[in-house]
T-cell receptor
Framework: AQTVTQSQPEMSVQEAETVTLSCTYD???????LFWYKQPPSRQMILVIR??????QNATENRFSVNFQKAAKSFSLKISDSQLGDAAMYFC?????????????FGKGTMLLVSP | DAGVIQSPRHEVTEMGQEVTLRCKPI?????LFWYRQTMMRGLELLIY????????DSGMPEDRFSAKMPNASFSTLKIQPSEPRDSAVYFC???????????FGPGTRLLVL
């Protein structure tokens, strides 16, 4: 079974600074997706960014970008120009595409604190 | 376009009562997922449906939990009888096709006293 590990229970950053959240995963498969979801205090799960394993180019969405290292099974999220609204719990998730049906496997999450 | 809709948003009930959580997936999505989130266990998949058919219910904790999807636009998760350890946030998510991204509803916060 696949596992997703987020080794940082909590991270802090100041407004306008850059922060990187770490995620590693364990799989023997070659075809999969990786995701970062954001969960603010409202509890809503919001998709931040998605990476397809077969793509070498790192995904970017505005201030959010990933560093995808397939051989190392690493998938970190970089948030540039941090804003107060970025404060939330961030979950890394893995989705297998090797079988017909597949679901998400989540890490335990990293709480991001943003200070003015 | 409306996202995944869940109701109720909050539910407080007493131990032993029946609880029914509802979900309306995004129109056109053919996969539906029920998750439970607790502090101790994080996010856990309970069950998922594809084209209204339950595919994997191995995450359902015990026989007190049941889920149905009578049509493509509606699903329920029922707990009978409820227990305090069922207190959690329950999420519904939906996606389209094998490579579709899962989009989550706002969740139902359940408290069983």
């Amino acid at each position: 079974a696949q596992t997703v590990t987020q080794s940082q229970p909590e991270m802090s950053v100041q407004e306008a600074e850059t922060v990187t959240l770490s995620c590693t995963y364990d799989t023997s498969e070659s075809d999969y997706y990786l995701f970062w979801y954001k969960q603010p205090p409202s509890r809503q799960m919001i998709l931040v960014i998605r990476q397809e394993a077969y793509k070498q180019q790192n995904a970017t969405e505005n201030r959010f970008s990933v560093n995808f290292q397939k051989a190392a099974k690493s998938f970190s999220l970089k948030i540039s120009d941090s804003q107060l609204g970025d404060a939330a719990m961030y979950f890394c998730a893995y989705r297998s595409l090797s079988s017909g049906y597949s679901t998400l496997t989540f890490g335990k999450g990293t709480m991001l604190l943003v200070s003015p | 376009d409306a996202g995944v809709i869940q109701s109720p948003r909050h539910e407080v009930t007493e131990m032993g009562q029946e609880v029914t959580l509802r979900c309306k997936p995004i129109s056109g999505h053919n996969s539906l997922f029920w998750y439970r989130q607790t502090m101790m266990r994080g996010l856990e998949l309970l069950i998922y449906f594809n084209n209204n058919v339950p595919i994997d219910d191995s995450g359902m904790p015990e026989d007190r939990f049941s889920a149905k999807m009578p049509n493509a636009s509606f699903s329920t998760l029922k707990i009978q009888p409820s227990e305090p350890r069922d207190s959690a946030v329950y999420f519904c998510a939906s996606s389209q096709g094998r490579r579709g991204t899962q989009y989550f509803g706002p969740g139902t916060r359940l408290l069983v006293l």
